[in-house]
């Protein structure tokens, strides 16, 4: 009697549309994060409000495992939290937080400039200046959230010109937070001007090439933006407008 050798089917390799989907789940968990991120950072999401995964899902028009992927991201960062009985929540932000932000970008923006403006180059300036120029567009200018998302870029490319990656992303973190803060500020108040003086005041000492000047300018400033921010959040009603709690 013959008998049959049985060997074992080769595994097929992954097909193109498996992959294709596999890129494509990935993409969209990065966008639904994204946007959840920026809609909170802008305020859009206010601090303090419940996010079912319903609510995200209509409107964001994304599917419950991209959803809770997404709102694990974001509580690692501290931008979501959980409660019982409420689900996720949209974290609150106090006084205190709003004071020791502004406190840590004051100890963390003039060091990073100072370590950008000691190795200012042609193209740097050039570079900065372009940044600065961004800010002023019209379209950017009608919009709080354009507005603060290109002062941001213009202070990460001076952080990028101090060629130290750990601190441009540091600087990056915590004018992330800042951003935040700002948001909520401008609810109350419109900073637009200050912080277009206040840029124009860092293109004027990095031209001067002035590293020192520069290192006592940034701290200034952002103690002196902190200033407004807080009297902006207490004036009136507007912690209650906007869930800011007081001091812890």
């Known amino acids: ?127 900065i200046g372009l940044a600065a120029k961004k800010v002023l567009k019209p379209e950017t200018l009608r919009s709080h959230v354009a507005f603060l998302a290109a002062d941001r870029a213009f202070r990460l490319a001076l952080a990028e010109l101090s060629g ?14 800042s951003a935040r803060v700002l948001h909520l500020g401008f609810k109350s108040r419109d900073f637009t001007q200050l912080i277009i003086a206040q840029q124009r005041e860092l293109v004027l000492a990095c031209e001067a090439g002035d590293v020192s000047g520069i290192v006592k300018l940034a701290r200034s400033q952002c103690l002196y933006l902190k200033k407004q921010v807080l009297e902006a959040l207490l004036a009136g009603s507007k912690l209650q407008d906007v869930n800011l709690q007081p001091f812890a």
Request: aromatic residues 4%.
């Open 1 to 127: 009697m013959k008998t049959t050798k049985l060997t074992a089917e080769p595994a097929r390799p992954a097909t193109v549309e498996a992959t294709a989907l596999s890129a494509a789940d990935v993409l969209r968990r990065e966008q639904a994060y994204e946007q959840l991120r920026n809609d909170i950072i802008a305020c859009v999401l206010r601090p303090g409000e419940a996010l079912t995964e319903k609510q995200i899902g209509d409107r964001y028009q994304i599917k419950k495992a991209t959803i809770r992927a997404a709102l694990a991201r974001l509580m690692q960062e501290g931008l979501v939290r959980s409660e019982p009985r409420r689900g996720y929540v949209v974290a609150t932000l106090s006084l205190r937080d709003v004071n020791e932000i502004f406190d840590v970008r004051s100890l963390i923006e003039p060091e990073v400039f100072r370590v950008a403006a000691s190795n200012m180059t042609e193209r740097g300036l050039e570079d």
């Open 164 to 177: 130290n990656l750990r601190l441009a992303h540091l600087l990056d973190q915590i004018l992330d937070q």
